[in-house]
């Protein structure tokens, strides 16, 4: 009876805005984005966290959401990564100009100015 | 006796809350308050005789309709001007367990002395365990794990916090301490200037310094830098590459210590052309 009401209630769930959690560091390096980045920076992040981003550096993302599971956009931007950013030409496609990397990424047309975070190039 | 207990138990247990709460005493006796005391003065005072059911039932019961009636004295409370709040909380079921325990012992003593339900504290385990059948040592079992499980739980959730998370910032800005217009073209030998950060969150004092290489090449660097906790650090710092060649890899490498690897890198790609 149990597993039956939670089975209807499931669903409903899905729809809900929820918080969405990162550890302390994460918290640090967007709110340092906010503070060191133009205002018309645009970001692509991995996105599990690309949710908190907006708020904690108040800067622009390129992808956003609460529950990016299953999401083939979110999916696309997981592999993009995975494969360390490798393709300049997909970030210029995105009109973004930064990138947070759970993953090290060796792409010589990106700067690393920070753990995790990746700066496009003057002139790419 | 064991309602005398259970409700000097309870009413011990509120001062305890109000002033002491989170106190290792506090927490235990929380326990059996929220967990035990109250299905056990509710099994009284539905089964008074000593016939009704066994102790092993009955200890059982206690903990599974205390589960029941705590949330149900919550959602109770929800719809009353209290709310839900530790007060509320702790008088409701306070109140519950002595009105329980008084009809409880109000119905033992309406029967005949050899009728009514007293626990008899002897440890004669064998007596015990070779009296009951195979399901009720099972449950027995399977109760003693749960309590255990529980204590250990509660032992896990009442213990200090841990150390909050360590880490070390690093970062890098350009020449106007923003982070845009990092260095990209090169002459041979030019100077280019970049501004590095280290912000120190290990929450003690940390000796860090810096190595500046392309490729085997060190060009540059900081010497030692002391930073006690969450002290900020910030300089402009400078390098010359030393050979032509697209896409090089300048290496900013923060060392922690006396460490050999680099806690953090920094990658910065730069075309150095001749002059």
């Given at each position: 009876?149990?597993?039956?009401?939670?089975?209807?209630?499931?669903?409903?769930?899905?729809?809900?805005?929820?918080?969405?959690?990162?550890?302390?560091?994460?918290?640090?390096?967007?709110?340092?984005?906010?503070?060191?980045?133009?205002?018309?920076?645009?970001?692509?992040?991995?996105?599990?966290?690309?949710?908190?981003?907006?708020?904690?550096?108040?800067?622009?993302?390129?992808?956003?959401?609460?529950?990016?599971?299953?999401?083939?956009?979110?999916?696309?931007?997981?592999?993009?990564?995975?494969?360390?950013?490798?393709?300049?030409?997909?970030?210029?496609?995105?009109?973004?100009?930064?990138?947070?990397?759970?993953?090290?990424?060796?792409?010589?047309?990106?700067?690393?100015?920070?753990?995790?975070?990746?700066?496009?190039?003057?002139?790419? | 006796?064991?309602?005398?207990?259970?409700?000097?138990?309870?009413?011990?247990?509120?001062?305890?809350?109000?002033?002491?709460?989170?106190?290792?005493?506090?927490?235990?006796?929380?326990?059996?308050?929220?967990?035990?005391?109250?299905?056990?003065?509710?099994?009284?005072?539905?089964?008074?005789?000593?016939?009704?059911?066994?102790?092993?039932?009955?200890?059982?019961?206690?903990?599974?309709?205390?589960?029941?009636?705590?949330?149900?004295?919550?959602?109770?409370?929800?719809?009353?001007?209290?709310?839900?709040?530790?007060?509320?909380?702790?008088?409701?079921?306070l109140a519950f367990i002595i009105v329980a325990a008084a009809v409880a012992w109000y119905r033992r003593?309406?029967?005949?002395?050899?009728?009514?339900?007293?626990?008899?504290?002897?440890?004669?385990?064998?007596?015990?365990?070779?009296?009951?059948?195979?399901?009720?040592?099972?449950?027995?079992?399977?109760?003693?794990?749960?309590?255990?499980?529980?204590?250990?739980?509660?032992?896990?959730?009442?213990?200090?916090?841990?150390?909050?998370?360590?880490?070390?910032?690093?970062?890098?800005?350009?020449?106007?301490?923003?982070?845009?217009?990092?260095?990209?073209?090169?002459?041979?030998?030019?100077?280019?200037?970049?501004?590095?950060?280290?912000?120190?969150?290990?929450?003690?004092?940390?000796?860090?310094?810096?190595?500046?290489?392309?490729?085997?090449?060190?060009?540059?660097?900081?010497?030692?830098?002391?930073?006690?906790?969450?002290?900020?650090?910030?300089?402009?710092?400078?390098?010359?590459?030393?050979?032509?060649?697209?896409?090089?890899?300048?290496?900013?490498?923060?060392?922690k210590g006396n460490e050999n690897t680099p806690y953090h890198v920094l990658d910065l790609w730069v075309?150095?052309?001749?002059?």
């Open positions: 009876m149990v597993v039956f009401a939670l089975f209807l209630r499931m669903e409903g769930y899905a729809e809900e805005d929820y918080y969405q959690i990162v550890d302390v560091d994460t918290y640090r390096d967007f709110e340092w984005l906010g503070e060191e980045l133009p205002r018309d920076s645009i970001a692509l992040l991995n996105p599990y966290v690309g949710w908190a981003y907006f708020p904690a550096s108040g800067q622009y993302v390129y992808s956003a959401r609460a529950y990016p599971w299953g999401v083939e956009q979110a999916m696309e931007i997981g592999e993009f990564f995975r494969e360390g950013a490798t393709d300049t030409e997909y970030i210029r496609e995105k009109n973004v100009n930064i990138l947070y990397s759970p993953f090290p990424l060796n792409n010589p047309d990106l700067v690393e100015v920070r753990d995790g975070v990746y700066i496009l190039r003057e002139g790419n | 006796m064991d309602l005398l207990a259970v409700v000097v138990a309870s009413l011990v247990l509120v001062p305890l809350a109000v002033f002491w709460g989170g106190s290792p005493v506090s927490l235990v006796l929380g326990l059996i308050f929220a967990l035990f005391s109250p299905g056990y003065a509710l099994v009284a005072a539905v089964f008074p005789k000593r016939h009704d059911l066994d102790i092993v039932r009955r200890l059982a019961l206690s903990f599974g309709l205390s589960i029941v009636v705590v949330p149900l004295a919550g959602v109770f409370l929800n719809y009353t001007r209290w709310g839900i709040g530790l007060y509320p909380v702790l008088f409701s079921l003593r309406r029967l005949p002395p050899e009728e009514r339900f007293e626990p008899r504290f002897r440890l004669r385990l064998s007596q015990f365990w070779g009296g009951h059948h195979l399901l009720d040592r099972a449950l027995l079992v399977l109760l003693v794990v749960v309590i255990i499980g529980a204590m250990g739980v509660l032992v896990y959730v009442a213990r200090p916090p841990e150390v909050g998370q360590t880490f070390t910032e690093f970062y890098m800005l350009g020449p106007e301490g923003r982070a845009a217009d990092y260095p990209d073209v090169l002459g041979l030998g030019e100077e280019a200037t970049v501004t590095l950060g280290i912000v120190n969150h290990e929450q003690a004092v940390t000796d860090y310094h810096i190595r500046i290489l392309i490729g085997e090449d060190e060009v540059g660097g900081v010497a030692t830098i002391t930073l006690a906790g969450e002290e900020e650090w910030e300089q402009k710092v400078s390098f010359a590459p030393v050979g032509v060649g697209e896409e090089q890899k300048v290496e900013f490498r923060l060392y075309d150095v052309v001749g002059n």
